[in-house]
């Protein structure tokens, strides 16, 4: 089962329906010495930014993989072994084996698609700053603009174009107070200005208190944490069009002084100062690393020899997967069949952890879903 990441895809959708995925199984083997056929993989394509959790039993996830490279894949469930059939295991002597082994079953996991958008700069504010207007005056994107608060309900994507460079501008929708909580889906919006190695910080130069909104904004990024407190600034003062933005500029700008950013003063429906700020975003990309595609492996810490078999109850049970398979492939309807299986669990060292656990005579064993009397 493999997942793929591809440019043709954008939305996670054709998962909504597509909840249980299985790759085609493989064939038992047939009569004249023929092997099974070996199962198919099954190659799934994901959008680029898809994040890959993994789910324990207490549906708890930890990242698996960061799918932000074309053609980047991830192995998400491997098939089980094919079993070795009768006559694998014949010999001089035992020319009529009744032993085998059973085939392993596939691995069967559960995951947590994540879709986090990737692009190079972020447009953040709060609603009605004017990021739609931005984008599309930026960008040929066409996102909808409205005079009224949450036209934007997820993000949407730009490219930038600079000279002979080119960059994909990113609008984020409008951020409240409390965005970092949930508070007006701001989390779902957050999530995606991780992606982004620089913002652009879109103010509204016509609202009373700009400083204050700029700090509002500050505040929600460094509360959501994913380093967006830290992400390179550009703070855009919108409107400048407007005569009393224009009368207080210098106001404003004192009271941004505190900013550790670049501040400008544009007018996205004017298209004053949008090219500028455009070039500006251009130059700081490119003192920025790109982003980089993630396979994190899991930790696997070094523990001692797991034991062959344990005592649940009354019953004593095998764990050696070599043995289970074995004992569950093989004839035990013929003598001749117990008795071969019986020389193979010496072999493998099972009938010793039998005997040194208390196993008698008569004693319950099972091996799987296959109980024998010992």
Do not use: C
């Not at 909504?16 to 993989?41: C, I, Q, T, Y």
């Not at 409390?178 to 103010?203: D, N």
């Not at 072999?347 to 064993?365: N, P, S, Y």
């Amino acid at each position: 089962m493999i997942l793929e990441g591809t440019s043709n895809e954008t939305t996670l959708a054709g998962f909504k329906h597509r909840k249980h995925l299985e790759a085609e199984p493989g064939v038992n083997g047939s009569h004249k010495n023929m092997f099974g056929k070996r199962g198919k993989d099954l190659r799934v394509l994901a959008p680029l930014g898809t994040q890959v959790w993994r789910l324990d039993q207490e549906g708890e996830g930890h990242l698996v993989g960061d799918l932000i490279e074309e053609g980047r894949s991830l192995v998400l469930a491997k098939g089980g072994k094919g079993g070795r059939g009768n006559a694998r295991f014949a010999t001089a002597t035992q020319q009529a084996p009744y032993i085998a082994e059973k085939g392993e079953p596939g691995e069967t996991l559960r995951y947590r698609l994540e879709l986090r958008l990737l692009a190079d700069v972020g447009i953040v504010g709060k609603p009605n700053a004017g990021k739609s207007t931005l984008l599309s005056v930026a960008t040929k994107a066409s996102p909808k603009i409205a005079p009224y608060p949450f036209t934007t309900l997820e993000p949407v994507l730009g490219v930038a174009t600079v000279g002979w460079k080119t960059f994909v501008l990113m609008e984020i929708p409008g951020l409240l107070k409390g965005a970092h909580k949930g508070i007006g889906l701001g989390h779902e919006f957050l999530r995606h200005a991780t992606r982004t190695r620089a913002l652009i910080h879109l103010v509204d130069g016509s609202q009373e208190d700009v400083a204050g909104a700029v700090h509002e904004i500050n505040d929600e990024l460094q509360a959501y944490g994913g380093g967006l407190d830290s992400r390179p600034q550009i703070v855009a003062v919108n409107k400048i069009d407007m005569p009393e933005v224009e009368a207080r500029k210098e106001e404003i700008r004192r009271d941004l002084s505190w900013v550790k950013a670049p501040v400008r003063f544009i007018s996205a429906a004017g298209n004053i100062g949008v090219q500028e700020l455009m070039q500006e975003a251009a130059t700081l990309l490119e003192t920025l690393p790109k982003s980089e595609a993630r396979v994190v492996e899991a930790e696997i810490e070094a523990t001692e020899e797991e034991p062959k078999v344990q005592k649940v109850g009354g019953v004593y049970e095998v764990l050696d997967e070599r043995a289970v398979r074995f004992v569950e492939g093989s004839n035990l309807r013929e003598w001749a069949g117990r008795v071969q299986v019986k020389l193979r669990l010496d072999r493998l060292g099972v009938t010793r952890a039998l005997e040194e656990a208390g196993i008698k005579h008569g004693d319950m064993v099972r091996f799987g879903k296959l109980e024998l009397e010992w």
